[in-house]
Structure formats: C-alpha cells, structure tokens
C-alpha cells in the first residue's frame, strides 16, 4: 500500500511539474498575443478617428467627443475616450477624472516623444489598457487622444486557461497513476508473486510447477535463471538422498557424481575430445529469436555427462541455420546454454560435401550395409572422396585443439568417422583414441561389398578401442578384419595387431540416463483418455512405438502385425488404438522418402479398413518430437513395440520400460535389436513374422498385473544398474588401461 501510495504521489508531481511548465509557456504566449490584438484594435480606433475630418478639424468640444465616442463605443465598446490639451485642459466622454490622473505621466511621455504609446494600468483594482496616440494639428503641439479599454478579459481567459489546464493535468495524473498501479499489479507484482510460487514449489519438490511458462515476457531471463537454480537444488537434494540410499543398500549403482569423481581420477586433467557428426547443442531462427536446441539422438544422451563431468571439447558439424551467428571467431561455443561445461566446436561443410560424405557414402553405403534390411547399398566413387576429405578436415581440427596436449583422450563417434582413428595416430601416436560403432557391424561376406573395405577397416584399426553395443557385433568385426587383412586376430582379449599397433574391439551396451532416484520417481501419469481425445478419438487400448522413419525400424511390419491382431481379435477394434511417433528423417535420400510414403499409405489403408467414428487403428504423428512430448505417452500406453529390423541397440525400449515407474505395461521388442540381449523381460518377437508378433500384441494387453511387475521390475533393475553413467565409466576405464 505504501509502494502504491508513493508511485501515485511521484506520478501526480511528476505530470504536474510538466503540466505547470507547459501551461506557463502556454499563458505567457496568449497574453502576447492578446496584448498584441488589444494594442491592433486600439490603433485602428484612432486610425477611423483621423479619417473623420468633420470630428478632427473641427470644432472639439465636449459635444463633438460624445458623438464620436458613442459611434466608436457601439463598434468597439471602449471605456472612454479622451482629448487632452493640457494638465487644465482635459474632455473625457465620461468624464472619469480617475483614469485622466493615472494617465497624465503617460501621456507628456507620448507627447514629449510624438509616438504612439500603449500601457496597462490599474484602476481601482481594475486592468485597463490606454492607448495614447498625440494629435499633430496646426498651431496645436501638446494635444493627444486617448482610448481606455477594459482589459479585465485578458485576465478571465488567463484564469480560464490555468483552470482548464489543471483540470486536465489532475485527471491526467490520477488516469495515468490509476493505469501505472494496475499495470504493475496486475503486469509486476503477480508475475512476481508466481516466482514466488515457483521458487517455493521447488524447495519443496515440486518439479511439474517448474514447467509453467513465464507469466511475463520481461521476465524470461529471470525465470530461466530461477528455475535453473531450483533445478539444481533438487538435483543436489535427489542426489544426496540417492547417495544416502546406496550406502544403506550397498548398491553399486553408477550416478553423475560417481562417474564425475571416476573421469577425474582416470583422466588425471588430460584433455577429453569428443568427435562426432551430429552437434549436441543446435542453433536455429524461431521467428527473430534464435533458439537453442537438443537435437535428438542416443549418441548425445551417451556422451554429455563425459564431458559435463571432465570439461572437454566436442568437435561436430555445425547444421544449423543459426549456427554461425552463435560462435565466436574460432567457431567455438560454451555449452550447455545456461550452465556452460564444455566447449563445442563447428566445423562447416559445403553443400557439396554434406551431399556427398553425409547422404552418399555415410547414408546410402555404410548404413544400408551394416543394417541386414534389404535395401541395397549404393558406392560411389565421388562419395568416397568426400567421405575421405572429411574425415581429413576432422582430423585437423582434433590435432590442432590438442597440439599442447601429448596423450589426449578422443572418442569418436559412428560410422562417419572410421578413418579418423589412423589419422590422428598417425600424427599423434601417443594419443588415446576410441571409437565407438554405434550401429551393428554385419557378417564379412556383407560387408565385403564395400569396394573400400580395407581403407575402413584399417582406418578403424588405428583407434586403441573400437566398442560395438553387443559381443556379436564385435564377433562379426573381428571375422571380417581376419578374412580383409593380413593381420594377428587374438580371440582370447578379442584384439587385434597390425602394423605394430594393437586395437581391443569389446561390447560396451549403451543406455540411458537413469539412477535410483529416478527408478523410485513416483512419475504423473496422464490419463490415457485425455490424451487420445487431444487427437479427437476414443480407446480403452493404446499401444505405443517411437521411431525415426527409417526403412531399418521395422515400422510398415509393425503396421502389418496390428492389421493382423484385429482381424485375429475383432473385439478390440474400436477399443485399442496404435499411436506410432515418427520423426521425418533424410527425407532427401529417395530410399527414405519412399519409406515416408509407405507407412503413411499403411496407415491410411488399415485406418479405412476398421473405420469407425472417433476411432483409429493406427494413429500416426508424423513430426520431430520432444522428449517431454514422448514421455506422456511412454507412461500411459499399454504396450510398447519396437520392431527394428536391424538395430544396434535402440534406446527407445529402454526409455520406455524407464517411464514405467508403476512396473505396469509391455514391451514387445524385436530379436534384432541390440536391447533384446539385456531386457529379458520383453516380448522377443521377429518382425518379419507378422502372424506371431500380432499374438504377441494379444498377450501384452491380457498380461496378468502380476507378470507384467515381475517383468518390468526385471528389466528397470537392469538399466538401473547398467545406465549410461555406468556405460561411459566402463568404457574409460577400458581406455585408460591400454598400454600404448
């Protein structure tokens, strides 16, 4: 109240102040210009007095000035008029002796000076102007004429104008105080009040408080800040509540701060480089904003918390289209956004190059030949040479940021890097280099359509660890260097000699992000009702699958086996409905948007075939997706499918049976992806058999309670327990044992 009482007092001084100072300058110009007019109009009277020759060069006398003052009067309504000849000798029309005495000094001045004078004077409280014109007539030199007017209407329009101006200054300082308080209540003091809110909601616990967007654009920044703090005062309060838990239950379960503390006793302050295709951080134009995001990926989910926990640099294609406008002069920036823990440097490719090493070589040869999917992989001269040059420039940029440093770690990331490794020890020996794979590795005769396949394998074979997801992967690569290269295959520690230098291929099963807090998270679950009606249908079933739509995911056979489940199980059309996620992906290659093409059609034609109104079989939201968008539908669906026909691991099974904190649900999962070696507790089914993956859909939703918790318990406690942070330990640990 005392705030608000103070603003409107400012206010109010303020506006008057401003109000004063115009209205000064406003009055001091109208008395100008109504003096002036005064002074105008009493020159024409004398003016119209000399013309009348029968009045001025006559006889005057009292009789003569009556008759001419009483035609000026009816015109000009003067006060009086008079005729002076001497200080003895004076004929006024009214004979007003007052206004005579006051105006005798003024009128020997006009006399003595044969010029015109025009004065105020007050006359018994009265403003009155007298205008003294002297009056040059034959043997006549000290007669002068003179005309009274009442002024007094000078002084009531002044009055007016300072009325009518405070008037208006006061309603506009109360207008404008009565505005400015409602707007800081209602557009300050509330917003503030919800951060507040906000900040007590997070003390507390609260976290889904924290998602409510800004009350007020002004105070973004603030907000972000804010809620960033909370965030990292809960985590601090989880992390320490979930330390406690493992010391009491003796888990050796791997957290942040664990694989934190690890990176810095094995890393000993040696530089980290993370290379890879794919940025972690993408900067793009919303609007005439540039917004930050996270692009998605498993591969980023894998590597961040390394370099969170050790500071590192990450080396990655810059694709976004603002990225250049975001780096500074060495194309580096800190990141993440908010809370800066590593740098991430952009290199830039051509069109061309992109082209060529991105689309040709990586996506239309190295990915349809590692992934058994029956899609023919196309070799291209020009493509190999841009795969090559590339590679090339990534090994530059890695040796330049660690030309101070004798023994960095590099871990390069997938197949758009498999000559990184030799190059850089070529030129660093003593550098510690892995590389890991992140899709499968196919059997030699496969991969000996490859008309480079040596150049790759001995890139490969210049890191000292290659990692693939599962051990039958690294079986397949160790086969295919035997039968490629003349080279020492050790089958015993599954290494390899060439050359003098010696690479150990292992299994490092990738995971997700997932501690014991977030095992005993009580996640909110959406209604399945609310969220089907915001896409306008009904069920009482919903079945979930997330995919990038890509002709290795299986997603046209998924579509395949749940035509089949309702024409085996009629009772469950109109009740179960199948939400399929897809992210539109190298729509530009012809083999991906035939792929597009071909789920769409699918959807539509099982849709046609069971319509039914406010129904779908298939429900298909065909858009990049966040991760919060997802997890709604992770934690509500009934059954998860997943139906890769060749995956390295996929994390999407994995992510799934994480949001299941009520060890409720299904995942039917495919025999050909990597997760179906670790999550025991799925349904294995093989996509290319429709007729057993339907039943398989028939068995997740009639699934007793109690089997679905004992298989779900079963495999959280395997991700828990072997979760990215335990992925990435392993792996360094892996690496820093290798002797040179």
């Known amino acids: ?200 909601a997070a003390r507390i616990g609260n976290i889904e408080k924290l998602k409510e967007p800004s009350p007020a654009k002004f105070l973004a920044p603030l907000y972000k800040e804010i809620v960033h703090i909370a965030k990292e005062m809960n985590e601090a309060k989880a992390t320490a509540e979930e330390e406690a838990l493992l010391r009491t239950s003796g888990e050796a379960i791997w957290t942040p701060e664990r694989l934190k503390a690890e990176i810095k006793n094995l890393l000993q302050n040696k530089k980290m480089i993370v290379v890879s295709n794919r940025e972690p951080y993408m900067h793009i134009h919303e609007g005439k904003e540039i917004k930050c995001i996270v692009p998605a990926s498993g591969m980023i989910t894998a590597m961040e918390p390394i370099l969170k926990a050790c500071g590192g640099i990450w080396i990655a294609s810059g694709t976004g289209d603002a990225d250049k406008e975001t780096v500074d002069k060495d194309d580096k920036i800190q990141v993440p956004p908010h809370d800066p823990k590593y740098v991430l440097k952009r290199l830039w490719q051509t069109k061309e190059e992109e082209n060529h090493f991105y689309y040709g070589f990586s996506n239309e040869g190295l990915w349809p030949l590692c992934h058994i999917a029956h899609t023919r992989p196309t070799f291209r001269k020009e493509d190999w040479l841009f795969y090559k040059k590339v590679n090339d420039d990534f090994a530059k940029a890695v040796l330049e940021e660690t030309a101070d440093e004798e023994q960095p770690f590099i871990l390069i990331q997938d197949y758009h890097f498999a000559l990184l490794p030799e190059l850089i020890k070529k030129e660093k020996p003593n550098a510690k280099v892995a590389i890991f794979w992140h899709i499968p590795w196919p059997n030699p005769e496969s991969f000996g359509i490859c008309p480079w396949q040596r150049e790759i394998l001995r890139g490969m074979l210049g890191a000292d660890l290659i990692g693939f997801h599962t051990q039958y992967h690294c079986n397949h690569f160790l086969e295919t260097v035997n039968n490629a290269l003349e080279s020492q295959v050790s089958w015993e520690d599954f290494s390899v000699r060439i050359g003098g230098q010696t690479t150990y291929v292992k299994p490092f099963p990738i995971s997700i992000a997932f501690t014991l807090k977030d095992y005993k998270y009580n996640l909110p679950k959406i209604k399945l009702s609310k969220l089907l009606n915001e896409q306008g249908i009904t069920a009482q079933y919903m079945g979930i699958g997330v995919d990038r739509i890509d002709y290795t995911k299986g997603i046209v056979e998924k579509f395949l086996a749940i035509e089949r489940f309702l024409e085996k199980n009629p009772s469950y059309i109109g009740k179960f409905t199948f939400v399929q996620i897809g992210a539109p992906s190298r729509t530009l290659l012809k083999s991906y948007s035939d792929t597009e093409n071909a789920v769409e059609k699918e959807a539509e034609r099982i849709n046609l075939r069971f319509k039914s109104k406010n129904w779908k079989a298939i429900l298909l939201l065909k858009r990049h997706h966040s991760q919060s968008e997802i997890t709604p539908y992770y934690s509500s669906a009934d059954l998860c499918m997943v139906t890769s026909l060749h995956d390295g691991m996929n994390l999407v099974a994995k992510e799934f049976v994480a949001s299941r904190n009520q060890n409720d649900g299904a995942l039917i999962l495919s025999r050909f992806a990597g997760a179906s070696q670790e999550l025991h507790g799925a349904i294995i089914v093989n996509p290319y058999d429709i007729e057993k993956t339907a039943d398989a859909i028939k068995l997740a939703l009639e699934m007793t309670t109690e089997e679905q918790e004992q298989r779900m318990k079963l495999m959280r406690q395997v991700i828990v327990r072997n979760n990215i942070y335990s992925w990435a330990a392993t792996l360094l640990k892996a690496m820093t044992t290798i002797q040179n």
């Open 1 to 200: 109240m005392r705030l608000n009482l103070a603003l409107i007092l400012s206010i109010i001084l303020a506006v008057g102040l401003v109000a004063f100072s115009f209205t000064f300058y406003q009055i001091s110009s109208e008395r100008t210009k109504l003096n002036s007019e005064l002074e105008i109009r009493s020159a024409r009277i004398a003016e119209e007095l000399f013309q009348d020759t029968t009045f001025f060069y006559g006889q005057i006398n009292q009789k003569n000035i009556e008759h001419f003052a009483r035609s000026i009067n009816n015109k000009y309504n003067l006060l009086d008029i008079a005729i002076y000849y001497n200080n003895d000798s004076i004929i006024s029309y009214n004979s007003s002796q007052n206004l005579i005495d006051h105006s005798l000094d003024y009128i020997s001045q006009s006399i003595a000076a044969d010029t015109t004078l025009g004065t105020f004077i007050t006359v018994e409280g009265k403003n009155i102007y007298q205008y003294i014109k002297p009056i040059n007539k034959e043997n006549v030199s000290t007669t002068a004429i003179v005309f009274y007017s009442d002024a007094k209407y000078i002084d009531n329009i002044i009055s007016s104008i300072w009325f009518r101006n405070f008037m208006r200054w006061f309603l506009q300082a109360l207008l404008v105080s009565f505005i400015t308080v409602l707007v800081i209540r209602w557009g300050i003091f509330n917003p503030i009040n919800k951060i507040v809110e906000w900040v007590k």
